[in-house]
Nanobody, 122 residues
Framework: QVQLVESGGGLVQAGGSLRLSCAASGRTFSGYVMGWFRQAPGKEREFVAAITGSGITTRYADSVKGRFGISRDNAKNTVFLQMNSLKTEDAAVYYC???????????????WGQGTQVTVSS
């Protein structure tokens, strides 16, 4: 069982930056693929970024490539999402998720956090 708690969301102006954190419980954090997803009102949850347990391999949605960076600190059981050059369309509830297998689909993840709101003003 893994429990995930996101933090770092808030209100930012377009063009600004935010850093999201996701703290995980459990002793086998490095064994999990970690992903970030987001869901805007009236839209389906969508993939944002993922990182392997070792942190060596990452993948991003095309919409955030070059602006967002995912990283992890296995010693601190934490995964991060650095978001730069934010756009109004990035506004959503952001969720972190943990899974056993590499996936960019939400169905591939077993554990989810409660989400953190990101609001981007124009």
């Amino acid at each position: 069982q893994v429990q995930l708690v996101e933090s770092g969301g808030g209100l930012v102006q377009a063009g600004g930056s935010l850093r999201l954190s996701c703290a995980a419980s459990g002793r086998t954090f490095s064994g999990y693929v970690m992903g970030w997803f987001r869901q805007a009102p009236g839209k389906e949850r969508e993939f944002v970024a993922a990182i392997t347990g070792s942190g060596i391999t990452t993948r991003y949605a095309d919409s955030v490539k070059g602006r967002f960076g995912i990283s992890r600190d296995n010693a601190k059981n934490t995964v991060f999402l650095q978001m730069n050059s934010l756009k109004t369309e990035d506004a959503a509830v952001y969720y972190c998720a943990a899974g056993i297998m590499w996936s960019i689909s939400s169905s591939g993840y077993n554990y989810w956090g409660q989400g953190t709101q990101v609001t981007v003003s124009s």
